[in-house]
């Protein structure tokens, strides 16, 4: 029998994982970098004049040395980890518990964007994507979103327009306890950070 992990437990696995895999592959004389720790963040959206209230188990931030020791520089979110303790297929309500936590990863996405906009950042195209890791169990799942300009109007105004929708792109699910699932798992992470390296030293996100 597969023995479960807990909810706390899926989450610091995971961004151990996620945290061993940019040590080991950033440069010793580094006096900046993304990293993941285990801060939970809270996020609050609007949206149709109501209030929705997220919280991440995890976030990716911007570290740099001051001085002599490693500290954040920003509270600006790249990346959200959202964990679970079950699996899909394993839930007796499993179309409602899929929509509610699915409901948390765009309220978690939505409040990347609202931190964003509230910093007054040029809100391009880069500015406008954002990340998402979803950790069940030993799965891993990689989710972006690119928002549209009619979005963030309507993030702004509350006023809906006729249609406004966000494309959600996933991954499939890397299972960690699987080396070759592991390899592909650790190589999107680069790909992600080094994307957003790009943009952090293209001064394209705000800080």
Request: charge should be negative; aromatic fraction near 8%.
């Amino acid at each position: 029998m597969t023995r479960r992990k807990l909810e706390i437990v899926t989450s610091r696995l995971a961004l151990e994982f996620l945290s061993s895999i940019l040590s080991l592959s950033r440069p010793s004389d580094r006096v900046s970098q993304l990293e993941f720790l285990n801060t939970p963040t809270t996020f609050v959206s609007n949206l149709a004049g109501s209030e929705y209230i997220s919280i991440s188990n995890g976030s990716l931030l911007q570290r740099g040395l001051v001085g002599t020791r490693w500290t954040t520089l920003s509270g600006l979110v790249r990346c959200s980890v959202e964990a679970k303790a079950w699996l899909e297929g394993e839930a007796t309500d499993e179309v409602g518990k899929f929509r509610r936590v699915l409901a948390q990863q765009v309220g978690e996405m939505v409040g990347m964007i609202n931190q964003r906009l509230g910093l007054n950042a040029e809100m391009n195209e880069f500015n406008r994507t954002v990340f998402l890791i979803a950790a069940h169990q030993d799965h891993l799942r990689f989710m972006s979103a690119t928002f549209s300009t009619e979005y963030l109007d309507y993030l702004r105004t509350s006023i809906e327009p006729p249609s406004v929708f966000l494309s959600i792109q996933q991954s499939r699910d890397y299972v960690l306890s699987d080396i070759d699932d592991r390899i592909e798992a650790a190589a999107s992470i680069l790909a992600m950070v080094e994307f957003l390296d790009d943009g952090l030293n293209a001064g394209t996100v705000a800080s």
